[in-house]
């Protein structure tokens, strides 16, 4: 199992968040979990998602899908994201 975190910075989480929804049918073909999803204490556009995912190669066909960075710019993404991926030790 394999652990994803990822920041965000957004310009308008509502809006965002619509945009994250409708990416679950393919995060959930790749065997994506959400663990848990939260907005910065002072800013709440400023978001960290923790998702579980089968493997490195589940990670890699998500995030790699040519679609995605248009669609995050579109979403209100401002700042590249930081994308972190862990294994329990």
């Known amino acids: 199992m394999i652990t994803v ?5 957004v310009s308008d989480y509502k809006a965002w968040k619509n945009s ?9 073909i790749a065997g994506f979990k959400l663990i ?3 907005s910065d204490i ?4 400023k978001i960290t998602i923790l998702f579980n995912a ?4 589940a990670v890699h066909s998500v995030f790699n899908n040519p679609k ?3 669609d995050m710019v579109d979403a209100g993404v401002v700042v590249k994201p930081e994308i ?3 294994h329990r030790i």
């Open 20 to 28: 994250f929804d409708e990416y679950e049918p393919i995060r959930t």
């Open 68 to 70: 995605l960075k248009e």
């Open 42 to 45: 002072n800013n709440p556009n």
């Open 5 to 9: 975190l990822i920041n965000h910075v």
């Open 36 to 38: 848990n999803m939260y």
């Open 54 to 57: 089968p493997s490195i190669e």
């Open 84 to 86: 972190q991926i862990l």
